[in-house]
């Protein structure tokens, strides 16, 4: 499985970005998908995850201003990120795990796509 990752860019604080990600399998069938990302310095970190049954998970600092999606008949996950901060800065990247299992640790996940850059200003 590849995964195209796309959407990241430069944005001001407050403001939106929608991440995309794009699987090269007909159909995601009973995956899991995620978003991770990892600023500069920092390790990479657990943004959200959706399951095949479409159960959703977050980091703590996103809830309620992210939201991850997935239209399993394009193989494509979304992320959208609204009220964005500058700790919001971070290359972003998409993850698949077969198993279908909800997991935040990166070690579980099998397939990852290639990042895509976010940069929040204040």
């Known amino acids: 499985v590849q995964l195209q990752a796309s959407g990241g860019g430069l944005v001001q604080a407050g403001g939106s970005l929608r991440l995309s990600c794009a699987a090269s399998v007909r159909a995601l069938g009973a995956y899991t998908m995620a978003w991770f990302r990892q600023a500069p310095g920092k390790e990479r970190e657990f943004v959200a995850a959706?399951?095949?049954?479409?159960?959703?998970t977050y980091k703590d600092s996103v809830k309620g201003r992210f939201t991850i999606s997935r239209d399993n008949g394009k193989s494509t996950m979304f992320l959208q990120m609204n009220s964005l901060e500058p700790e919001d800065t971070a290359v972003y990247y998409c993850a698949v795990d077969r198993s279908g299992v909800v997991s935040t640790w990166a070690h579980r996940y099998d397939y990852w796509g290639q990042g895509t850059l976010v940069t929040v200003s204040s």
């Open positions: 959706v399951n095949w049954r479409d159960y959703t």
